[in-house]
C-alpha cells in the first residue's frame, strides 16, 4: 500500500484486519470499520498495518 504510493488505502474485508479491530475493542464489520476509520485519513495505511501487527494469528509469532 505504502509502496504503491497510496498512504490511504484501507481493507476493510480483509479477515485480519477485522480479527485484529475486533481484538481491540473497534468495529469488525466492513461498513463499521470503515466509518470508524474515516478519522484516520489520510493515512489508513499505517493503521492497516498496526492491525496487521497486532492481530494474534500465530504466524505474526514466527521466528524472522
Same mark, same amino acid.
Given at each position: 500500500m505504502r509502496a504503491l504510493g497510496d498512504p490511504d488505502a484501507f481493507l476493510p474485508t480483509d479477515l485480519g484486519i477485522r480479527r485484529a479491530a475486533q481484538e481491540l475493542g473497534l468495529p469488525s464489520t466492513p461498513a463499521a470499520l470503515t466509518a470508524r476509520a474515516a478519522a484516520w485519513r489520510p493515512w489508513r495505511a &499505517? +493503521?492497516?498495518? &498496526?492491525?496487521? +501487527?497486532t492481530d494474534s494469528h500465530p504466524i505474526n509469532f514466527l521466528p524472522v
Open positions: &499505517y +493503521a492497516v498495518q &498496526y492491525l496487521w +501487527a
